[in-house]
């Protein structure tokens, strides 16, 4: 097993377990293996045809991803003078590549940026979802670096049957709604749509970088990452580039400098970048770290750090799904919504009061846990219900009410947060131009 292995192991334990505490369990015997990739989530099945939890040491391990431990968070806190954002504390964030680089460089007082992303294939985003932009926009604080934000819906249009460039764009509007209230700092931060940053926003800076990426990789790199065939559509096996290249701070030149114009590629492709998203994403920067210091001027390879995955309301080994209602909280559900779907949710209590008081629960398989291991802050009190739920004194229905209550607070804080966020404030966050940040580096002039 890798040095110092976070939990890693299905879904969050009790916050006692969860301190980078190294946890080994027997590798259950599979019938189908997990399969992650950014369009499909699925944890295997064991020999019975039961859906297992994700195996994220597994995964790291596979894709030879480096698991956070202790001393990388030690040095965090040390460092920023924060301590690590519960989702750190709890091994949510589990897994990284070249996150003391990007640690390094914040030392050094050198610049980087943040880059982190959404697929607008429906109107609202889910709680899940919230997990990378929350996780963001605490590291946007706690750095003082600058953002970049890509909407997808290129992606979309070529990934979902279904849907019209015009509903994708539309999309794209209302998901920058649901990000920019998650509280983003307007000086900070550019949020993009693809198709309309490339199409007029980007003076070309963007396109070029996407045609040289793209000119490096071939189709069998491209069918090694995302597992295309001959009847793949060609923009399907184009899209990629797009993705990887929005993690060069050279595809956005305006960034460092007012005068939009100016072509100051050669100096920002040197600027690293972090990349703070679920563990789904990494096949797009694996290429992407695979050729960086291929380009005619060569970026650094991009940092990234991982999340697990909020597990679908059905119960581990699932993900959320934007097109399962019924899978997940959205933030635009109503309070009574989010009761139903609680209630109705995957429990680790047992079948009856008598059970329950008398085996106890499992509140590693219990949802309404696991999502309050999400969005509790107080790490005593999850240790408490972990405690009382195990022993059968705390009760599915008390597990579930907790939820419910906090569920409803958490949405209800962000849709009046983004009741407040109209047309026109979309259009500042969306708007290519020169951001500021502390110190606000410019390496242009240096
Ligand atoms: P998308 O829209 O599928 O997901 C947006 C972000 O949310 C993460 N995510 C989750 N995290 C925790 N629990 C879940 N249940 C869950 N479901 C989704 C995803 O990993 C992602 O971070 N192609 C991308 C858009 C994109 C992007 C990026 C994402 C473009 N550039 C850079 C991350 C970083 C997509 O469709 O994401």
Redesign the pocket.
Known sequence: MAENASTGLGEPPSVAALSVAETATTPAKHLTEQEIN?WDVQAGTDEHGNTLEFDYVAISQKWNTKLLDKATLERFEKLTGKKPHRWLRRGLFFSHRDFDLILDCYERGDPFML???????AGSL?V??S???EFTKWLQDVFDVPLVI?L?DD??FLFKEGLTVEAVKQFSKENAKDVIAMGYDLQKTFIYSDFMFMGSGSNGHFYENSMEFSKLVNFNQMRGAFGYDGSTSSGRVFFPNL?CV?AFASSYPFIWGDDIEADRKATTAAIPCL???????DP?FRLVRDNSLRMPRPSPKPALIH??????LQGAGG??S?SVPMS?IFLDDTPNQIKKKINASFSGGQETLELHQELGGNPDVDVPYQYLCYFEDDDEKLDRFYDAYKKGEMLTGEMKKECITLLQSYVKGFQEARAKVTDDVVKDYMKPRKLEWKGNPNPTKS
């Open positions: 950014p880059y982190t992303g959404r697929g607008p294939s889910h899940g979802h997990i990378p932009f890509m997808t992606e979309k993705q929005a990349i703070p998203c679920a563990i789904d994403q797009y999340s697990k995955f909020l597990t679908s993900k959320m934007a997940a």
